[in-house]
């Protein structure tokens, strides 16, 4: 295929028509118009092969993992989602491996009526990224530095299992419910815009639990307490690992793309109801204290020291 046919294909498998897209696929840029009173909230994120999925990973768990990546932050920032752009980088240019790359995205894409509004192709090592536009009203933003020490910390679903299928993938089949999960990760968008104007602090877990619930603490100035034996496990994860490696993998494995936030006792009851009638439930894990950083803590409020601190692309 030509680059100009490559276009056109991206362009046909994901057709997703919007009122607000005025000029989408076809000039030189888009022009988009956002809602009065709302604010455009913005994001990116590149996957690379064998650093964000391993090589031979299916196209369309590609296409559907580069963009729930990204809607996974709109998540956290309790964003309606509404357009994205895509920069797909490809050793050549193989219709069959892009068409069912298309497919996986507008599978995902197609759940929030997202449009696909523009882009580049390149040659190169297989590579994507997406930038992803949604709206939020005017300061209604979640954002991680509204954590107040006494609040409760919340994580959404359950945690650990992208990273307990990246140590088992050499003897774990592609049904394998720890891979699908890694592979198809779940954006918690509709859990995100239930905590808008209820949570005081949000984050998606892409790094690991304690990196990124570090994040809030050190945008909030606090601390935070985890209760280890609290965090919530699937039963697979739970077969399938010993407890301590299970703890390690829940705090520090990365990739499961679950909200971690914080709101006050007084809010708490109601809005875990409304959390589980949207699809997906929370687990209170702990509490924000004063101080700095997160400490692990078992049953009996004594430290843990869990060996892991999180995903750091640096120092990998």
Not at 108 to 129: C, H, I, N, P, Q
Not at 193 to 215: K, Y
Request: some cysteine.
């Amino acid at each position: 295929m030509g680059e100009f046919s490559l276009i056109d294909l991206i362009r046909e498998r994901c057709a997703i028509t919007r009122d607000d897209v005025r000029i989408g696929i076809g000039d030189d840029a888009a022009v988009l118009t956002v809602p009065p009173n709302h604010q455009l909230v913005v994001s990116m994120d590149t996957l690379i092969d064998g650093v964000h999925f391993p090589s031979g990973t299916s196209p369309f768990d590609i296409g559907w993992k580069s963009l729930a990546v990204n809607l996974s932050d709109l998540a956290a920032m309790g964003a309606t989602p509404a357009w994205a752009t895509l920069a797909l980088t490809l050793p050549n240019a193989d219709r069959n491996w892009v068409s069912e790359f298309c497919d996986g995205f507008s599978a995902l894409a197609g759940e929030y009526k997202l449009a696909l509004v523009g882009g580049d192709t390149t040659r190169g090592s297989l590579s994507m990224t997406v930038t992803i536009h949604g709206f939020v009203s005017d300061g209604a933003a979640l954002l991680r530095s509204g954590a107040r020490v006494g609040d409760f910390v919340f994580v959404t679903g359950t945690l650990g299992d992208a990273a307990a299928a990246l140590r088992r993938l050499a003897d774990a089949s592609t049904d394998d419910a720890l891979v699908r999960r890694l592979n198809r990760p779940t954006p918690r968008v509709a859990q995100g815009l239930e905590l808008r104007g209820r949570a005081r602090a949000c984050i998606d877990i892409s790094d690991g639990l304690l990196a990124d619930l570090g994040h809030v603490c050190t945008a909030s100035g606090v601390g935070a307490e985890i209760d280890v034996d609290s965090l919530p496990a699937s039963p697979e994860l739970l077969s399938a690992f010993a407890r301590d490696e299970r703890h390690r993998l829940q705090l520090g494995g990365g990739d499961d793309y679950e909200l971690c936030f914080t709101a006050p006792e007084a809010v708490a009851r109601v809005l875990l109801e409304d959390l589980a009638r949207s699809g997906c439930g929370a687990t209170q894990i702990g509490r924000i204290v004063a101080g700095s950083g997160v400490r692990v803590v078992d049953a009996k409020g004594a430290a843990v020291d869990v060996g892991v601190s999180g995903w750091d692309h640096f120092r990998a």
